[in-house]
């Protein structure tokens, strides 16, 4: 046996009585719907029932299992300590999947534990099953979300499928998750127009269990969605990797400011076609070769550069045979990698800092791919998932006010004494000039309410 069913479920502690307080009464909508998901995990008489939680302890670059034999917890950081659960752990199914892990090379495993109780994202769904099954009878693994992309969220979920069919008996998964934060005015993190967006297309995507659509929502609309869950069901969607899968959306709503969507999955027979993971790499590596035909000279330098010093340790010389606009001219250059269309590195100059804009790629290009903070040296067996793009930087000009600036066309600097932050034009997930000020002044180091001077310019992007 592999995962028979799963289900999505949110986790407001407030929709637990002894903590709402008459609270839960503006969402019983959800609460029936988590009741009907929690009678059709318990239908399922799972032998264990993986939970996945977003407020599990997570890393950046590392899946954490809960380890040992079990864990407790309560809501009395909500005010209500009698409100406590028991989860008995499966270690017998935690072994087998962090060997699993290790031996496919794969970040994830039982270490660095920082908190062993009981979360409230699990303890939420434990609230239901309670309702409807005996607690103690049942195994638990507790996985933690991390940083990591996507389709390693979905890697994993294959490795949860696998360790499942290899032990047997019936699996249940929760993945347990908020969706948008962000529906109201008056909500947690206030009001972003993506946020009713997601809301809408994840429950659409979810309730068709269209699973493979989950690798075509971007970094950038999930957190301007200020979404809680989304990687959690795709953690989900990887333990039903090649087989059939029935859904039904329960319920939606978001009274709060965010987003609460219920609903219920059965796994049916193998089916090829959902092998999601592979068809996405697929794709992938189909589109990163047509954009590596059509690259022009100033992307093809960069990459050369790439290669050279990544495989080899040298710096690539400037080549014979380039353009004027490459060996004539100086300019500022920004140079970004992305690999599997997320962000891998970026480096650049906002004046002239080499002798040609040939010479200032191939410095910049080697800058992005070892010296940026945000991530790790580019690997050799990375390089070919790696695209790239270029970013030639006009001169800039002071501006007086941000009414100056577009978008799309100019990007901007500000400063504020020695504190200096840029941000290039036209970057996917940034909508407003309000918002770009605000990234470039958090670069900086700059608060949100202090006062900076305006630069603007405008690039030429090659790709």
Do not use: W
């Not at 269990?209 to 957190?223: Q, V």
């Not at 353009?323 to 650049?348: D, H, N």
């Amino acid at each position: 046996m592999s995962i028979t069913a799963g289900i999505m479920l949110p986790h407001p502690p407030l929709i637990v009585p002894a903590v709402g307080r008459g609270e839960e009464s503006k969402i019983t909508a959800t609460a029936k719907a988590c009741e009907k998901a929690a009678a059709f995990v318990a239908q399922q008489a799972p032998k264990r029932v993986i939970i996945t939680s977003p407020h599990a302890t997570a890393y950046a670059d590392y899946f954490h299992i809960s380890p040992g034999g079990g864990a407790s917890g309560s809501f009395a950081q909500f005010g209500a300590p009698n409100a406590a659960f028991r989860a008995d752990y499966d270690r017998e199914f935690t072994k087998a999947l962090s060997a699993a892990a290790e031996r496919e090379g794969f970040p994830a495993g039982t270490l660095g534990e920082r908190d062993k109780k009981l979360d409230h994202a699990t303890m939420v769904p434990l609230y239901f099953l309670e309702k409807t099954m005996d607690l103690s009878q049942t195994k638990f693994v507790r996985i933690g979300l991390s940083g990591l992309t996507a389709q390693e969220h979905y890697r994993l979920g294959i490795l949860i499928k696998e360790t499942a069919e290899k032990l047997g008996g019936n699996t249940v998964f929760i993945a347990s998750g908020d969706l948008s934060h962000r529906l109201s005015a008056d909500g947690p993190y206030g009001y972003n127009e993506a946020g009713p967006k997601y809301d809408a297309r994840i429950m659409d995507v979810m309730g068709r269990g269209a699973f493979g659509e989950l690798f075509d929502f971007s970094e950038e609309e999930c957190e301007e969605a200020g979404e809680c869950g989304q990687r959690s069901f795709v953690i989900m969607a990887g333990a039903f990797d090649g087989r059939d899968v029935k859904a039904e959306k329960l319920s939606y709503e978001g009274p709060f400011g965010v987003g609460y969507g219920v609903c219920t999955f059965t796994a049916g027979a193998n089916d090829e076609s959902r092998r999601f993971l592979a068809l996405y790499e697929e794709n992938e590596a189909r589109r990163t070769s047509d954009l590596r035909k059509n690259e022009d000279q100033f992307v093809r330098l960069a990459r050369a550069s790439i290669e050279s010093y990544v495989k080899n340790g040298t710096k690539l010389s400037e080549p014979s045979g380039l353009p004027p606009e490459l060996t004539k001219r100086r300019a500022g250059v920004f140079v970004s990698l992305k690999k599997e269309g997320r962000l891998r590195g970026c480096i650049g100059t906002t004046s002239p800092t080499q002798s040609s804009v040939a010479r200032e790629i191939i410095q910049n290009a080697i800058s992005a791919a070892t010296q940026d903070p945000r991530f790790e040296p580019v690997r050799p067996d990375e390089l070919e998932k790696i695209t790239c793009s270029v970013d030639v930087l006009g001169p800039t000009e002071p501006i007086a006010s941000e009414s100056e600036l577009d978008v799309k066309k100019f990007g901007v600097i500000v400063t504020r004494g020695a504190r200096r932050g840029l941000l290039l034009p036209n970057l996917e997930g940034v909508g407003s000039v309000r918002q770009q000020i605000e990234i470039a002044k958090q670069k900086a180091g700059i608060r949100p309410d202090e006062t900076v001077s305006l630069e603007r310019f405008e690039v030429v992007r090659h790709y």
